[in-house]
């Protein structure tokens, strides 16, 4: 585990988020902000907060969390799995499958850079993006799943 910043060389990132190509996915949530949504909303049904809870227990067991407390935690950073963290990737579809049933289009992005990395380990980096360089930059990210 390793929190200082370093250059990756051109390693590619995927992150999840809930919206429509049109949307800037700049300013999109993840998937695990979006089910919280619906379940604090009580939009989903019994079993489906049941394995929403399950889900959430098996990441929390097995992906590590990174070292700032809640009142710590950048807000404008967010999480990408690496590409070779396939078991939670594999996880993350099946979250989207829940998502997608309840209306919300999910996108999966990938960069080679998901901006300044404040944390990263062998599965994810935390970053906070460069919003000068990707407003110049506009195809940064590669959306590679379409709006439902």
């Not at 394995?51 to 407390?69: D, G, K, Q, V």
Request: hydrophobic share 40%.
């Amino acid at each position: 585990m390793s929190t200082a910043p370093r250059l990756l060389s051109r390693e590619t990132f995927i992150r999840f988020v809930v919206g429509c190509d049109a949307d800037d996915a700049d300013r999109l949530d993840g998937l695990f902000v979006m089910a919280g949504g619906l379940r604090d909303e009580e939009q989903l049904e019994h079993y489906e907060r049941e394995w929403l809870e399950e889900l959430y227990a098996w990441f929390n067991a097995r992906l590590p969390c990174p070292p700032f407390s809640k009142e710590q935690f950048p807000i404008e950073a967010v999480c990408w799995f690496r590409t070779s963290a396939g078991q939670f990737v594999s996880r993350m579809w099946d979250l989207a499958a829940l998502l997608r049933e309840h209306a919300c289009p999910v996108r999966m992005l990938r960069t080679t850079d998901p901006g300044t990395i404040l944390y990263q380990d062998a599965y994810q980096v935390l970053a906070i993006r460069r919003r000068v360089a990707w407003q110049r930059r506009r195809s940064r990210y590669r959306v590679t799943s379409k709006c439902a």
